[in-house]
C-alpha cells in the first residue's frame, strides 16, 4: 500500500463548480500536510498547508481528520486556470516529504 | 535568477551511459532536496541534503545513484550505467530551513530519457 494515496482522476468540471478532491495516508505518526500543484510539464509549486482545524484561502479549503488518517481539498467557484494536478503532502517517519500520485482537475468552460 | 534552476532540462542517453544532472538551488538555502517522477505518478524522494551534508540518501534506487553537494550550494545528482527505468523527470528542491522544514521551492526539472 502506498504511504499517500489519491484518486488520480481525472475530474472533469464546468466553470463555477465545486470540486473536492481526498487523500488518505498510512503513517499515523504523520506530523505536515500539504497540497502541492502541478501545472503540466511544470514544476510543483505549494498551494497550501492543512492544519488540524482546517484552513481556508480564498476559494480553496483544505482539511484534515487525524482519525480517520484522511485530507480533503475543497475548491469552489472554479475557474479554468485552476486545471492543473493537485499534490497531496505528507510528512513521513524521519520529516521527509512523501507525494501522493496526484489528482488531475479540467476546468472546463 | 531567484529561483532553482536544473540543467540540462532534456537529456536523452543510450542505454549504459553515466550522466549528470545539476542543481543549482535558491541562494542561502540550507536543505536541497531531489525527487525523481514518473510520467503520470507524484514526485518520489531520492535524497536530502543540509547544507553539504547528505543526510538522507534512503530514496536512491539502486548504487547506480549519486548525489553531492560538496560547498553546500550547488548539487549534482549522477546516474551510472543507465537503465530504461531511469527515464524520469529529476526534481530539484531547495528550502530555507533545515531538517524537511519550510516550503520546498522546485527547479523545473531535467527530463532524461533513456533509450
Known amino acids: 500500500r502506498k504511504e499517500v494515496e489519491q484518486d488520480p482522476g481525472p475530474f472533469n468540471v464546468p466553470e463555477g463548480a465545486t470540486v473536492a478532491f481526498n487523500c488518505t495516508y498510512s503513517?499515523?505518526?504523520?506530523?505536515?500536510f500539504f497540497w502541492y500543484r502541478q501545472d503540466c510539464r511544470k514544476e510543483p509549486k505549494l498551494l497550501m498547508s492543512v492544519y488540524s482545524s482546517g484552513n481556508e484561502d480564498g476559494r480553496f479549503t483544505a482539511q484534515l481528520n487525524r482519525a480517520s488518517q484522511y485530507i480533503s481539498l475543497l475548491i469552489r467557484d472554479s475557474k479554468l486556470s485552476d486545471s492543473a494536478t493537485y499534490l497531496c503532502v505528507v510528512s513521513g517517519n524521519t520529516g521527509k516529504l512523501i507525494f501522493g500520485q496526484g489528482t488531475t482537475l479540467q476546468v472546463k468552460p | 535568477g531567484a529561483g532553482v534552476s536544473q540543467s540540462p532540462r532534456y537529456k536523452v542517453a543510450k542505454r549504459g551511459q553515466d550522466v549528470a544532472l545539476r542543481c543549482d538551488p535558491i541562494?542561502?538555502?540550507?536543505?536541497l532536496f531531489w525527487y525523481q517522477q514518473a510520467l503520470g505518478q507524484g514526485p518520489e524522494f531520492l535524497t536530502y541534503f543540509q547544507n553539504e551534508a547528505q543526510l538522507d540518501k534512503s530514496g536512491l534506487p539502486s548504487d547506480r545513484f549519486f548525489a553531492e553537494r560538496p560547498e553546500g550550494s550547488v548539487s549534482t545528482l549522477k546516474i551510472q550505467r543507465t537503465q530504461q527505468e531511469d527515464s524520469a523527470v529529476y526534481l530539484c528542491?531547495?528550502?530555507?530551513?533545515?531538517?524537511?522544514?519550510?516550503?520546498?521551492?522546485f527547479g523545473e526539472g531535467s527530463r532524461l530519457t533513456v533509450l
Open positions: 528542491a531547495s528550502s530555507s530551513l533545515g531538517g524537511y522544514k519550510g516550503e520546498l521551492f
Open positions: 503513517n499515523s505518526a504523520s506530523q505536515s
Open positions: 541562494s542561502g538555502h540550507v536543505s
